[in-house]
């Protein structure tokens, strides 16, 4: 890295410092302000819960849909968040005596995730308490996060960025007029949104960092593994698929047969698939980034594993 490039990269560290001192917020007095969530709202904007794929669904079934999905969401956060802060903190270590400025911007990365985390343990709390018993999120965010952190660091931070870009289209999609969605959910997006994207530019930085002391060969098994976390995240979203869907039937008022639930938990799946996997994958800056640090074959192979989880 010669000096040109060190000195515009220590600027972007810094104006995400700035950023993210401008934007602050808390939990309470600017996201929560004494509200609660209402069974008569959507907590997820239609776009996201992918409603229309819920056929056979009356209407105040697909309002049921988004808020189980809204509980889903929120936990789906409070996951990737424990891995994400973890490695954020590794990375964080080739700076201690190193770009100050760096170090700074990524300590207080660290520190919003982990207020990002406590916000979506009480979001999961609070939809909690507006919905029928039973709901189930079996995922230990701790075995997870071990389980990704086992892959090399760029394939964690290539999975980071898409996820920390994610949620500002999640953002945009919120605040389309409709009349029915959650007050409350919007300013998740909102607020959630405002300090990730700074963490998007810091992820980009540090992956770039991590990539320029790869090898060719360490790269090309950094793409695989790169696959097998998306893989395995798929993994996590077709099992809450299931859970979801015979939550869903279970308390829904009706009987819902063999065939109905299948169809349900094809829709959850489809709606989780583009949630937390194609809306980064997507993501032109995502593409824009991956694409300046692979080959045509490696981007042939990422585009075929994510074809087919769809
Ligand atoms: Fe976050
Ligand atoms: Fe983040």
Known sequence: MNNTTRNIDSDRYDRCIKASKRVRWDIDNDVIRGRTFDRSQKYLPD?????????????????????????????????????????????????????????????????????????????????????????????????????????????????????????????????????????????????????????????ELEWRRNDAGLTTDERDRAVDEFIELIGAVDGILQAQAVSDASYFATNCGRAVDVKEVEAIKTAFLKAYRWQYIHSGASHPMFAKVLASLITEDQGKRIQAALASLR
Do not use: C
């Open 47 to 203: 776009k996201l819960s992918l409603v229309h794929e819920f056929a056979t669904l009356f209407e105040s079934e697909k309002r049921f849909v988004s808020q189980i999905q809204g509980r889903t969401y929120a936990n789906m956060f409070g996951l990737v968040e424990r891995f994400i802060n973890a490695k954020v903190l590794e990375v964080g270590r080739d700076h201690w005596f190193g770009d100050q400025v760096a170090l700074e911007a990524l300590v207080r990365f660290s520190d919003e995730e982990l207020k990002h985390q406590e916000m979506f343990r009480r979001m999961n709390q609070m939809v909690g308490a507006t919905l029928p018993a039973g709901y189930t999120f079996d995922v230990d965010p701790n075995a997870v996060a071990g389980a990704v952190l086992s892959k090399s660091t760029w394939a964690v931070l290539a999975l980071t960025l898409q996820i920390e870009l994610f949620t500002q289209l999640h953002y945009r999609q919120s605040i389309e007029p409709d009349g029915e969605l959650s007050e409350l959910f919007r300013d998740v997006f909102l607020y959630h949104w405002k300090e990730e994207s700074q963490h998007a530019i810091l992820d």
